[in-house]
């Protein structure tokens, strides 16, 4: 009985030991000498772990934890000069340092004002954080009816109005906005890129208006912890970057799981610095060219997407932006003069002025300079911008033949057309309409120039800003354009299949850290109870000198305990529907996308010469 009761205990503390015992019945092949070395491997493993116990028990205060309380301060001033509140968010990667973390901050001045997030949230200060928003919002149809959710809900509020810190492990880092706190505190540092982008995301939201402060704990004495940083930091530039632009460069690791999994061979094989050293310049050359590509193309979407401002942000793209002026109300202002023919009376670059039946308005595409000056603020969602938007899109476009002036544009000088002079050509405009789960437009430019000189889609856009003039009817389409223009398609075609598979990839990643944070906590709390029962069990089983009527009430007391838990069960039997059913809706979702039509519908064709 001795050795059940102790295999029933270990079966309550490790989760995995059912598993184990069934594998050592299944190995009944083993030779002698082999369970000798393994004999001998354990007893070594036993040592070096003794040893280890022996060490932690000599250590009499935490260096991290101490460091955190001075970081944590230093945070919070540097946050209230660049004009940030007083909020911070701890992310970590257990529950247990979850606990430890607000002991050591509670005893440290922060006793208060301090809320948790994880996948269960049943501590006694979040029961009463859910239970008084509740209250709150009975009557104004906030709440959703899932405990998840409305708890997830609940904490964000209480930390956005009453506390100063949240401490939260992945649960923390998916599905809420903190766009109101702007310190970042990276206790435990993950391996995986994609879930520390997922972390700052939270914070580095559109609405934040402050720089967030992002601070990283790192044992610099490790050679491979510092490696793992500088891959981080450097290549997949986590805490330099701005608004996602990381997103693509987190790309072209497939799967941030596989990443992952490959610093963690690293860890276990190499013993020494230079051993360390080598695989991971091994990695970062591997790692390097796609980066390098996909960094090109996460600028070139910040200009295209973002204003000057925001654009500029980005230190190697600082000379190719124009100040106080993105791309999109460039085109926009020019639209407008052209649209406009004597109605509209350009000023600056990006103002204008409209006369219609007698009235003048001025309009800015530039919304501070237009509140500066008094001006309308030309918005994309303007009524008279869609109105006029509208009517272009229907409007037929003539074949023509297009002059481009190069030679006498001061504003804009390309080194392309230095270097091919009085290039001469055709260009067909298409328009590729994916039709899935969502509707995606894509312009697709192919180009076919009379002495076989490519010229690629951001070439083509920076040609049309050229100032032009039409000089005729378009001459005779060139015979290798048509075959130019399904392979292009073909070539978009494939560039949407692969942000589908990233997409896939990256919530199905989302899914199960969510689905293991869930059942972690759950499963530690279902570990702590029965431990609980047993142990009233045994108090009551000992207790046979007591009066019956405190016999009743300890047995009442453990009826309850075996109530809750059987409801603890339930919930996750639950939630695994839940994070099923979410798996579903996903897979229906690339189903749909998969499914999607293509319709490909041409736009224009004009010759064109650039002089």
């Known amino acids: ?55 932690a028990k000599s250590i009499t205060s935490n260096a991290k934890g ?64 859910y239970a008084a928003w509740k209250e709150r919002h009975k009557h104004d149809g906030v709440i959703s009816g899932s405990r998840q959710a409305d708890m997830k809900a609940a904490v964000v509020e209480e930390f956005r109005d009453r506390a100063s810190i949240l401490i939260g492990t992945e649960a923390a880092a998916e599905g809420i906005n903190l766009q109101f706190c702007s310190l970042i505190v990276n206790y435990d540092l993950p391996w995986n890129p994609q879930r520390i982008e997922q972390r700052i995301g939270r914070c580095h939201r559109y609405g934040q208006k402050n720089d967030v402060v992002v601070i990283n704990f790192l044992n610099k004495k490790n050679a491979a912890d510092v490696r ?30 596989d990443f992952e999994k490959r610093i963690a061979e690293i860890y276990q094989t190499c013993k020494t610095t230079e051993e360390i050293q080598g695989e991971f310049d091994e990695l970062q050359e591997e790692l390097s060219e796609h980066i390098n590509e996909m960094m090109t193309a996460a600028r070139q979407s910040i200009l295209e997407n973002f204003d000057e ?21 460039r085109w926009l202002c020019n639209f407008f003069i052209m649209k406009g023919a004597e109605r509209v009376r350009p000023l600056e670059q990006w103002r204008f002025v409209y006369q219609v039946n007698g009235f003048t308005e ?7 300079d237009a509140e500066r000056q008094g001006d309308i603020f030309l918005r ?33 000088r390309i080194s392309f057309l230095e270097n091919h002079s009085n290039l001469r050509g055709v260009l067909s405009i298409d328009k590729l309409i994916y039709s899935g789960f969502d509707t995606d437009e894509h312009l697709i430019f192919s180009v076919v120039t009379e002495n076989g000189i490519e010229v690629d889609d951001d070439m083509v856009n920076r040609i049309m800003e050229l100032p032009a003039e039409i000089i005729g009817e378009a001459g005779e389409k060139a015979a290798e354009l048509d075959a130019l223009r399904r392979a292009n398609a073909d070539k978009q075609k494939a560039e949407i299949e692969r942000i589908n598979k990233e997409y896939f990839l990256a919530e199905c990643a989302k899914l199960d850290a969510f689905s ?42 453990v009826s309850r305990l075996e109530e809750r838990r059987k409801k603890l069960r339930r919930d996750m039997y639950e939630h695994e529907d839940e994070i099923d059913a979410k798996n579903e809706r996903l897979q229906d979702e690339i189903r749909v996308k998969l499914e999607g039509a293509y319709t490909l519908n041409h736009i224009m064709a004009i010759s064109f010469e650039i002089v």
């Open 516 to 557: 293991e944070d869930l059942k972690d906590g759950l499963q530690r709390e279902l570990k702590d109870l029965n431990k609980e029962i047993t142990e009233k069990k045994r108090i009551f089983k000992s207790s046979t000198e007591r009066p019956l009527a405190e016999m009743l009430e300890m047995k009442e007391e």
């Open 228 to 257: 793992v940083y500088e891959l981080l930091d450097h290549k997949f530039r986590l805490f330099s970057g701005l608004f996602g632009s990381s997103d693509e460069v987190l790309g072209t690791i497939e799967s941030g799981i």
């Open 66 to 129: 101490d460091n955190l309380l001075t970081a944590l301060q230093k945070g919070f001033d540097e946050t209230e000069k660049r004009g940030g509140q007083r909020k911070a968010i701890i992310f970590t990667e257990s529950r247990r340092t979850q606990e430890y973390l607000l002991n050591l901050l509670a005893d440290n001045g922060y006793a208060g004002s301090i809320v948790f997030l994880n996948g269960a949230n049943n501590d006694e200060v979040s029961k009463q954080i």
């Open 362 to 368: 001025t309009y800015n595409v530039q919304w501070k």
């Open 380 to 412: 994309r969602d303007d009524p008279m911008c869609q109105e006029w938007l509208s009517q272009a899109i229907t409007e037929p476009l003539p074949s023509v033949a297009i002059r481009f002036d190069h030679t006498n544009s001061q504003e804009h």
């Open 1 to 55: 009985m001795q050795g059940m009761d102790t295999r029933l205990e270990l079966g309550d503390d490790y989760d995995t030991f059912d598993e184990l015992v069934e594998e050592q019945e299944d190995s009944e092949n083993v030779l002698p000498t082999d369970l000798e070395q393994d004999r001998a491997a354990v007893a070594e493993e036993l040592k070096r772990l003794k040893e280890y116990a022996e060490l």
């Open 309 to 329: 401002e925001v654009a500029a942000r980005l230190k190697d793209c600082q000379e190719d932006t124009l100040v106080g002026l993105d791309k999109f109300s």
